[in-house]
């Protein structure tokens, strides 16, 4: 049996428009991380230091 003839511009016309799509995909997975990673920095309260920090400072720095 013999196959059908392949026109081979549809191929290639399909094959760009999947490989659009491919690049939108990882551009918005990009720019997704980077918005979310903004926000994380934007809103995130590190643990503070509960230790105390005793210093002495002399007298002779401050001016009588």
């Given at each position: ?8 511009q549809?191929?290639?016309r ?12 990882l551009?918005?997975v ?6 979310g990673?903004?926000?994380?920095l934007?809103f995130?309260?590190p643990?503070?230091?509960?230790t105390?920090?005793?210093k002495?400072l002399?007298?002779a720095?401050?001016?009588k």
């Amino acid at each position: 049996m013999e196959s059908p003839p392949v026109n081979r511009q549809e191929v290639r016309r399909d094959s760009g428009r999947d490989m659009g799509k491919v690049i939108l995909g990882l551009v918005l997975v990009f720019v997704l991380v980077v918005v979310g990673g903004a926000f994380f920095l934007a809103f995130w309260q590190p643990a503070v230091p509960s230790t105390p920090v005793v210093k002495v400072l002399p007298n002779a720095r401050f001016p009588k």
